[in-house]
Each structure stands twice: as C-alpha cells, then as structure tokens.
C-alpha cells in the first residue's frame, strides 16, 4: 500500500474549488469596472437598521393621565411632520431616553416605556413617570396635550429572552419600578404567556399602586400564568396582599428560586436591600438582571468613597478644541456638572451601563461606585470615564464628548 496520502476528489467540490480560486480575480475586474459614483439609493441594510435604531425619534403628546397623585402617563404619538413616520420596535423591558431643555440645561432622563411592543405597531409608545425632582418637575408643568418631544430610539438590555431566561420569570418592582413590567405583562399576554410570571409589587400603601386595575385584569385573564404579590410597608394590606418587605423569605412563600429568572426595578435604596435577600439564593448572576436606576444617590455614603473630600471644584473641558473651566460639585456626576455648564453631552442610561457619555479624563481623580462601573478593561487603563458615573475627587481636565448629529 502506498505511503501517500490518497483523496478522492467529487466532480462538484472539484467545481466549487475553482470558483472559489477565480473568485478574487472577478471581484477585482468587477471593482475596475465599476463606476466611482456613489449610488443615490441607500443601501437596503443600512436603511433597515435606521429603521430599526433610530438615532433620534420624534414625538408628539397625545394625552395625560395621571394614575396616582404623583404619576402620570403620558401617551407619545410619532411626528411625520418632523421625519418620524413610524415608531422604531423594541423589546419589553427597554426604555427611551427623553431630551430636555429646562432652563439653560439640555438634559436626558432615561425613562422605561410602559407600553407593548404591540402598541408602538400602531404608533405610539406610553411613558409611565413618577414626579420626583428636577427633570420631573418640569415634565409635570411642561408636557401637555400637542408638546413637541425628542428622545432616543429604544436602548437597555432589561428584556426576557427565551434563549437566556428561565421558563418561570420573578418580576421584583418598588414604586414606580413597575413600569417595565407593565410592557413586559402586557407582551406576554399578546404572545399567549409564553412563561410563567410571578410579580413581587412592593408600595407604602394600596394608594402608590400604579396601574392596579390593568395588572389586576392581566392576572385574572391569564389563566393561572401570571400572579401577583402586594406587598404593603406602611399600611395594613388589603386581604390578599402581604406585609412589610420583599425578603428571600416571602420570595420562597410563592415561588421555587432556583428555578426562576429574576428581573429587578425600582429605587437604588431598594437594590441594596434586595441583593441581600437574594444572595441567600446563591443564584448563578445569569438568573438576574437589574434596570438601570439612574445616578447614585448619596455617593458619599458608598462603599470605597474617600473620606474629608472637598465639596467642590474646577473642572476644565475641551470640546472642539475650546477650552473652559466650569464649576463641579464632589457629590454630583460628572455629566451633571457639564449640563449644568450648558454642554449636551450625549447620554442614555445614566447609570454607567450603556457607554454612550464615554468621557476622556486628561487629569485628575474621580469616584466610580463599583455597582455603577460598567466600563471596558481598555477604558480603565485609558483613563476613560462614564461621565454619568463618576464623580471628582480633585480638579478634572477632561475632553467633553459630542453629541451625534
């Protein structure tokens, strides 16, 4: 028997070798050929992913509800007038982030879409917003019925996907953290419950409960696939509903842990209590997700903050090539400080998650909460910052991002 190797080669993988062999020296005499006009149609892939992630979209106010005292909904049509003819889809769970001009500030807030996918189909999205401060102040005076609204496309990776997820999903809501849930309900029943959803509602009193009437009706038409748990901190519950907390122990009252998917969403105060209860699951991390809650709340009570900081300092920006100083406040992010200065730095999240107000830091010292810092290994050996993350320890020089036009 020979030595040599022997391979048979079929008449048709003879055929493909060749055309692979003469596949450079066609494209290259197609290139030759071509003309150096740039073609006046847009790429179909490229019009397509406009579609789909729109750098901006734009709005108008359809309607206002108010569903409890201090929360309000707000019903956002797409504007043709403005070359938004269609609302881009997304997934249940995502947000918008909302462009604001109160004052000389131009300002984001991210807030979730209350609404389905479904509904966005027939031109509309649904923000859900609890009044709480600055931004919400100005929603409150300002947003009415015919109010022009710019924001993002839909952004955030607080969604189910069924690849990812367990077959049963724990929803753990505080107050207004309802909002995602509220799309989330609403998508799986327009799907036929394609899980089974147990839903943690925590509130100070029966009052605060968003939406109740709708989570209610989406419970009691679901045919056992959907349950919620009241959970009241202030007030004796209604029958039915519990009292006091969400703890690992009221959690395995209703459901097995280790067999669920658990999504997250309300106050920071209420992330920090959570995480402890929830550790007593020792769960792996793919069974939890977190939406993002926004900037630190009192960054000086964190873990690893220094001690005797200085409230304030100068921060000096370049952005296109000016230089600047601007006033900082130790206790306020990075991106605050440039708003306040009248930049518009681009923004999403607001929470160090998504990246989008990567900031080069040229000198100086700042502050990253651990929970918050969401930045690439190469970020942080090239001292690149999350603007809406970090905070100054000492003066700053930093090169202030643009935003996209």
Same mark, same amino acid.
């Given at each position: 028997?020979?030595?040599?190797?022997?391979?048979?080669? /079929?008449?048709?993988?003879?055929?493909?070798?060749?055309?692979?062999?003469?596949?450079?020296?066609?494209?290259?005499?197609?290139?030759?050929?071509?003309?150096?006009?740039?073609?006046?149609?847009?790429?179909?892939?490229?019009?397509? $992913?406009?579609?789909?992630?729109?750098?901006?979209?734009?709005?108008?106010?359809?309607?206002?509800?108010?569903?409890?005292?201090?929360?309000?909904?707000?019903?956002?049509?797409?504007?043709?007038?403005?070359?938004?003819?269609?609302?881009?889809?997304?997934?249940?769970?995502?947000?918008?982030?909302?462009?604001?001009?109160?004052?000389?500030?131009?300002? #984001?807030?991210?807030?979730?879409?209350?609404?389905?996918?479904?509904? =966005?189909?027939?031109?509309?999205?649904?923000?859900?917003? /609890?009044?709480?401060?600055?931004?919400?102040? !100005?929603?409150?005076?300002?947003?009415?019925?015919?109010? /022009?609204?710019?924001?993002? %496309?839909?952004? %955030?990776?607080?969604?189910?996907?069924?690849?990812?997820?367990?077959?049963?999903?724990?929803?753990?809501?505080?107050?207004? %953290?309802?909002?995602?849930?509220?799309?989330?309900?609403?998508?799986?029943?327009?799907?036929?419950? @394609?899980?089974?959803?147990?839903?943690? !509602?925590?509130?100070?009193?029966?009052?605060?409960?968003?939406?109740?009437?709708?989570?209610?009706?989406?419970?009691?038409?679901?045919?056992?696939?959907?349950?919620?748990?009241?959970?009241?901190?202030?007030?004796?519950?209604?029958?039915?509903?519990?009292?006091?907390?969400?703890?690992?122990?009221?959690?395995?009252?209703?459901?097995?842990?280790?067999?669920?998917?658990?999504?997250?969403?309300?106050?920071?105060?209420?992330?920090?209590?959570?995480?402890?209860?929830?550790?007593?699951?020792?769960?792996?991390?793919?069974?939890?997700?977190?939406?993002?809650?926004?900037?630190?709340?009192?960054? $000086? $009570?964190?873990?690893?903050?220094?001690?005797?900081? @200085?409230?304030?300092?100068?921060?000096? #920006?370049?952005?296109?090539?000016?230089?600047? /100083?601007?006033?900082?406040?130790?206790?306020?992010?990075?991106?605050?400080?440039?708003?306040?200065?009248?930049?518009?730095?681009?923004?999403?999240?607001?929470?160090?998650?998504?990246?989008?107000?990567?900031?080069?830091?040229?000198?100086?010292?700042?502050?990253?909460? =651990? =929970?918050?810092?969401?930045?690439?290994?190469?970020?942080?050996?090239?001292?690149?910052?999350?603007?809406?993350?970090?905070?100054?320890? =000492?003066?700053?020089?930093?090169?202030?991002?643009?935003?996209?036009?």
């Amino acid at each position: 028997m020979s030595d040599k190797l022997k391979i048979k080669i /079929k008449p048709l993988a003879f055929m493909d070798l060749l055309a692979f062999k003469n596949l450079i020296p066609k494209r290259k005499k197609m290139f030759e050929n071509a003309s150096a006009a740039c073609p006046e149609a847009k790429p179909v892939v490229n019009e397509l $992913a406009r579609r789909l992630h729109p750098i901006r979209q734009y709005m108008t106010i359809e309607e206002v509800v108010d569903e409890t005292p201090d929360v309000r909904s707000f019903k956002l049509k797409a504007d043709p007038a403005r070359q938004t003819s269609e609302l881009a889809i997304f997934r249940a769970g995502q947000y918008l982030s909302v462009k604001l001009n109160v004052g000389d500030e131009h300002i #984001t807030r991210p807030y979730s879409i209350a609404s389905s996918p479904e509904e =966005s189909q027939k031109g509309y999205y649904r923000l859900t917003i /609890k009044r709480a401060a600055f931004a919400t102040d !100005y929603l409150w005076e300002n947003w009415k019925a015919g109010i /022009k609204v710019e924001t993002s %496309g839909p952004e %955030g990776q607080f969604y189910y996907t069924r690849l990812r997820d367990m077959p049963h999903i724990v929803g753990i809501a505080g107050g207004s %953290g309802i909002t995602p849930f509220l799309s989330m309900m609403s998508d799986f029943e327009d799907k036929g419950w @394609p899980v089974d959803f147990t839903l943690f !509602y925590g509130c100070n009193c029966a009052g605060d409960i968003v939406c109740r009437k709708q989570i209610d009706k989406l419970e009691k038409n679901s045919r056992g696939k959907f349950k919620v748990v009241y959970i009241m901190a202030k007030e004796e519950p209604e029958e039915n509903m519990e009292k006091g907390f969400i703890t690992a122990e009221l959690i395995k009252k209703y459901v097995q842990p280790e067999l669920c998917s658990f999504f997250i969403c309300g106050p920071q105060a209420m992330y920090t209590f959570i995480n402890k209860e929830l550790d007593q699951f020792s769960l792996p991390i793919k069974q939890m997700r977190y939406e993002v809650f926004g900037e630190a709340k009192n960054v $000086a $009570a964190m873990e690893g903050y220094p001690q005797n900081v @200085p409230d304030s300092f100068t921060i000096e #920006t370049i952005y296109r090539g000016e230089k600047k /100083k601007i006033p900082a406040f130790s206790r306020e992010s990075v991106l605050v400080a440039m708003e306040r200065a009248g930049f518009a730095p681009p923004s999403k999240c607001r929470s160090g998650q998504c990246g989008f107000c990567r900031t080069r830091l040229i000198s100086g010292d700042v502050y990253v909460p =651990s =929970s918050s810092d969401d930045r690439r290994s190469a970020d942080k050996k090239f001292r690149i910052i999350h603007a809406c993350s970090s905070y100054p320890l =000492s003066d700053l020089t930093i090169e202030v991002p643009h935003d996209e036009v």
